[in-house]
């Protein structure tokens, strides 16, 4: 394995990014923490490391245990970190939230159309 692996190409490589550019802008924005700290994309991880990441959908805690610069299976990805109990217990209990409280606007992809527009009127009362 390689030891010097840049923090933005082990985030995609342990798919918690779909791209690499995902992984920078996440990094610029404050979004990716080592340590507490917030990091550049060309930092380097090394095993051991503490990342708080959020993602856009959850925030993970998480051990950094191996390296990798390659993306592969998800199976093998879970194997680049080890998640912390209180952001499993965090991640289960928003994923329990979002079952039992839909966003209004989730079903809607984009710009609504007439109909959708329509829909949504009905539904909050503002016809």
């Given at each position: 394995m390689n030891e010097n692996i840049r923090i933005d190409k082990w985030l995609w490589a342990a798919r918690f990014f779909k791209t690499r550019s995902l992984a920078c802008e996440a990094i610029d924005k404050g979004k990716v923490k080592l340590d507490g700290e917030r990091v550049k994309p060309a930092r380097n991880v090394?095993?051991?490391d503490k990342l708080h990441i959020d993602n856009g959908s959850y925030e993970w805690e998480v051990l950094v245990?191996?390296?990798?610069?390659?993306?592969?299976?998800?199976?093998i990805a879970r194997t680049l970190y080890e998640e912390s109990a209180a952001s499993i217990a965090r991640r289960l209990a928003e994923q329990e939230r979002r079952k039992l409280f839909r966003e209004p606007g989730a079903d809607f992809k984009g710009r609504p159309t007439k109909r959708d527009r329509r829909q949504w009127d009905r539904a909050t009362g503002d016809e």
């Open positions: 090394k095993p051991g245990l191996g390296l990798s610069g390659k993306r592969e299976a998800a199976p």
